[in-house]
């Protein structure tokens, strides 16, 4: 891979989340805290559904996920993280071609041995330009950094790619407990507060049921999420709910609301290994 730009930095510090150091390590600290009195689970998490809206939005949601990984800190080592293209078309899945993701609290490596490896499929190609703004995957690192001692990235846009694609690389990508899979989305996108509730109901229960076929009015990461949905089918992995609001619930008004929910996902009783 060309690496001559090593570094993708920050592109919504200040305006998604707080653009210092210390604030930001004191808003995701306290957005943790807060979390870790909801849900626990009977066992520990392979795989989340986190929202990616502006900290003040959507971060509660996303919290109650990564408050999850506390007794993971020291075994997860690697997290692969998709969410959707929002500004650069794609086809199929775009690794960012780069050394590291920046964020106020430091440089996260990108995997390059993985990187190598899922190139070879041919649903996956490299783009800066797709990654450069992309708020998707980056608002999802200063939690990362916060709830993980050590660990590497492979992060990947998703644009126009089937269920089986996403899934593919997924399943090459697996490997054990030290391997973490995020998912970003955000649910419907500006209903009413009502009408919102009760479509993002059933968005919800379609992804408890793993329906994979979420459309980008249900959830704007639908299409990595159908593809999660479906690998998660194959390695019997099973969701929980931990939190679903809108943004009229946390921080806007209800005349259009932006829906969010997080999930983690973990492996049935009798398929742990």
């Given at each position: 891979?060309?690496?001559?730009?090593?570094?993708?930095?920050?592109?919504?510090?200040?305006?998604?989340?707080?653009?210092?150091?210390?604030?930001?390590a004191a808003d995701v600290q306290a957005l943790l805290v807060a979390a870790r009195t909801r849900t626990t689970l009977p066992q520990a998490p392979k795989a989340l559904i986190v929202p990616h809206a502006g900290y003040?939005?959507?971060?509660?949601?996303?919290?109650?996920?990564?408050?999850?990984?506390?007794?993971?800190?020291?075994?997860?080592?690697?997290?692969?993280?998709?969410?959707?293209v929002h500004r650069v078309p794609v086809?199929?899945?775009?690794?960012?071609?780069?050394?590291?993701?920046?964020?106020?609290?430091?440089?996260?490596?990108?995997?390059?041995a993985a990187a190598e490896q899922i190139l070879t499929l041919r649903q996956v190609t490299t783009s800066r330009l797709a990654h450069a703004q992309e708020h998707s995957l980056e608002v999802q690192l200063p939690f990362l950094q916060q709830v993980l001692e050590k660990?590497?990235?492979l992060p990947l846009a998703v644009g126009d790619a089937s269920a089986e694609e996403v899934a593919e690389v997924l399943d090459v990508?697996?490997?054990?407990?030290?391997?973490?899979?995020?998912?970003?989305?955000?649910?419907?996108?500006?209903?009413p507060y009502e009408?919102?509730?009760?479509?993002?109901?059933?968005?919800?229960?379609?992804i408890q049921s793993l329906h994979t076929a979420l459309t980008h009015e249900q959830a704007c990461g639908g299409t990595p999420i159908n593809g999660l949905l479906l690998a998660a089918r194959r390695h019997h992995l099973i969701p929980t709910l931990l939190d679903r609001?809108?943004?009229?619930?946390?921080?806007?008004?209800?005349?259009?609301?932006?829906?969010?929910?997080?999930?983690?996902?973990?492996?049935?009783?009798?398929?742990?290994?």
């Open positions: 891979m060309d690496m001559t730009q090593e570094t993708r930095p920050a592109a919504v510090a200040g305006l998604f989340y707080p653009g210092t150091r210390e604030e930001l003040i939005y959507s971060g509660p949601i996303a919290a109650s996920a990564y408050a999850q990984l506390d007794p993971l800190r020291q075994i997860i080592r690697r997290v692969v993280l998709l969410g959707p086809r199929g899945l775009a690794l960012p071609g780069v050394e590291t993701f920046e964020t106020p609290l430091g440089a996260v490596p990108i995997d390059h660990f590497t990235l990508l697996w490997g054990g407990p030290e391997t973490l899979i995020v998912v970003s989305s955000d649910l419907s996108h500006y209903l009408q919102a509730r009760r479509v993002d109901a059933d968005t919800c229960a379609d609001r809108n943004s009229g619930d946390t921080a806007g008004d209800r005349d259009r609301v932006v829906g969010y929910a997080a999930f983690a996902f973990s492996e049935e009783t009798g398929h742990v290994h």
